[in-house]
């Protein structure tokens, strides 16, 4: 496949020029004149919509070119069923379906059933899972449904999902739904940009903080100065300066370029849920930014977390939670006022998606304001060295070695690591690879922070009960009582000043396959020698986060890994086959974040 | 590659070396001589080196054993004594005992093993892909105090892989339509630490008098402190030597506006009169441009600039009746793609 070969905005030349439905009210801002008046008045009238919906067990979609407005610009976009987001694919649990992807452009294509467990053949990665979908070519997916909940579906070549490619799965329980609701949303979060991605990826390797207008400045140095004195000003710049890394490399690509929709509309369109006063409404929130994280919040509603990447989880109430690209989360809300804003502010707080919950159309709630941006922390450069510096108030990381590569850690577990004794927790042990010394890596992280109770950047200390990954306890337990017979380790790396990333230090193209023995309870450790969150998903096999004890957290497909913070999880190589395994940043994986797992 | 911080922060790092100052900073990352923020940029710009200087100015704490069992939950003043010399966050060589990324991979490869796809591998990622960009960083009319007007141009463009990339520079001199003194270089880069390239290949200089041809071998970077450094040795014919040293810097007035200071150094290891230049160093210029970034890609400019002769080639400036040095008004436009 060629990654970067796909794409869309170039001329249309296609037959069937129509409008794309659903994202007419988010493209509804400026320049109407330039497109075709048809389709947009009446998308106009409505309040945002939402992507149609399809149920059953056989699908037909067809992946084309349609013609787009977010942002007061005529663009084409890669869309699934004419739509964006593409339709909602109802499905039962123990069913088998039958999905047929006709590919209408002039690029090869590919479906991915993100977070759905299948046979490899069928997980939809051209180059892996098989050759993808050539143009003119219709693919016919065929797998049983041995799960429920929300998922989503995207394409897996070049920046398809950039420019449209993406959707929502609700699979319903063989027994029904588990949770009583009256409302029940798909709450879709994206980013697009009217630029062509592969200019956005050039521009980012030419000057690698091309889309951040939130860099340290002259004036800022002499406000911090007049406010804390001369030293703390300077102390604060100091490692920055010397280690040429920016704190506000929050996200690599800001609202200079994109605009955040919601169900496919920009924030003008508002998209809106329905409700009654009093009735239990259940969100389902796909978080399909291809480079953003989201900090949602529903202000004036306590959001009850019930579920996370298609699986129960035990309720946890909290005003706010952070989704990055995979991952999903099912809330459930029970508004009684008439309006509340849905804001999903981005997290380097440049923009937002935005929609609102209201008793009837064309009502809405105030938009709250875009939180302060927020320096990275010292913790987010240094790991648990750094925790002690003030901002990660509450931490406490207890003894601690300060090289590991030479010294036994103080009350850590020594003795994981490869053919140790005890894996009853994963090892503490940072074991950098080699290739992690070069041009390829900008840091490493010696004392990761182990603790999973961190809100992460610009979410601490917020005065809101933010949700951590510690909140989250999947319902049942893990899936193997097994505790982990091997341990790996991944560390998560890249470059932000030549703008690559990597697995170890090496990119894709560089790299060998992991090898999982086909039947084994394996433990990944994935250790973050980056300032960056990293959204990791593993394709094909649950993801089983544990804590740093070596208890059962919850059952993911994607693990945000935060910087300087080093995760485990338990995975059941049941799954015979090759799998991708990726930083589900678009970018960050097409640079090479991603490695290939093999099971056998 | 685009620095960011301030310049009081970079005008003040001499005070980093204060030895009073570094034992009373707990957290004094500079104070990491094993940071080692990558020897190519010590080596490089002699004088940048801060980590070292801070290492010398710190015995206690390198020469400490750290605090281990130290509650690291406490305040700064709990992480005093803690051997920051040990840590190594950027670049430095590998230890011996450092993973094999390669250990979990059974043997098999991307193109080899069980359900491998047959065949040559089809996925191929941006890190196997071509970029490329053309920077033209100056491209100005000048204006001298009492002199003529000319106009320069500097560019640089790469074309390749983020590890390896043919590189390009070229940099000029016109007056009265006539191109005065121009290099071009036509390099290899390759990646050799976190923010430092190597590049190797041939410069070519044209203009007044003959042309000249010179092997080329340079390092090009961001030193610690945002610093832009280019710096580079040739050889040409004759047993001709010269070299080169480039800085530039760039202070964030707003997100916009930006001042560059910028520093040139030549020096040459053997006088060539027919070209008007005499051995050792041979010509300084200092600038200051700023410019506003309408888009990143475009950004017209204004700046100040004093070039001057030193040494033998004031010398034979001199003898010829010209000017050493002139201080020049510029305006330009700094653009990409």
Redesign the interface.
Known sequence: MKPFSSHALSVPNFPRRRFVQGLAAGGVLLGLSTVAKPGWASAAERAGSSAPVLTGTEFDLVVAESPVNFTGNARMATTINGSIPAPTLRMREGDTVTIRVTNKLRVPTSVHWHGIILPYQMDGVPGISYKGIAPGETFTYRFKVGQSGTYWYHSHSGFQEQTGMYGAIVIEPAAGERLRVDRDYVVQLSDWTDEDPMRVFAKLKMQSDYYNFNEPTAPDFFRDVSRNGFRAALDNRKMWNEMRMSPTDLADISAYTYTYLMNGNAPDGNWTGLFRPGERVRLRFVSSGTQSFFDVRIPGLKMSVVQTDGQDVEPVTVDEFRCGPGETYDVIVEPRDDAYTIFAQSMDRTGYARGTLAVREGISAPVPVLDKVEWLSMADMMGAMGGGMGDMGGMNHGGMAMDHSQHAMPGMNMDGGMGGGGLSKASSQVRHAKTEYGPSTDMRVDMPRMNLDDPGIGLRNNGRRVLTLADLHTIGGPLDARGAEREIELHLTGNMERYTWSLDGLEFGKSTPVHFRQGERLRVILHNDTMMTHPMHLHGMWSELENPDGGFQARRHTIPVQPAQRISFLVNADAPGRWAWHCHLLYHMDAGMFREVVVA | ??P???????S??A??VSPA?AQT?A????AMPG?N?DSMGQDAMPGMD??KMNHAAMPDATTAQ?G?????????D??QG??HG??????????A??????????G???ES?????PGP?????????N???L?IDRLEWTHANGGGNASAYEMQGWFGR??DRLVVKAEGDVAKGKLEEARTELLWGH??????DTQLGVRYDSGAGPDRSWLALGVQG?A???FEVDAAAYVGDAGRTALRLGAEYE??????LILQPRIELNAYGKSDAARGIGSGLSEAQAGLRLRYEFT?QFAPYIGIERASKLGQTADLARTDGEKTGETRWVAGVRF?F
Do not use: C
Request: hydrophobic share 40%.
């Open positions: 590659m685009k960011r911080m301030n310049l009081l922060a970079v003040l790092a005070l980093i100052w900073e957290m004094d990352h500079g940071m923020v801060h980590s750290p281990m069992n130290s509650d690291m939950s406490g305040s700064m709990g992480m803690m051997d040990e840590m190594n966050m950027q670049g430095g060589p590998a230890p005992d450092a993973r094999d990324p390669h250990a979990y991979s059974g098999y490869t991307l093993g069980p359900y491998s796809r591998r089809e996925l191929r990622l941006a890190d196997e892909h970029f490329g960009g920077l983020d590890y990646a050799i630490a976190t923010f430092w961001l610690p402190y945002w202070l964030l007035i707003t997100q916009k990143r990409w």
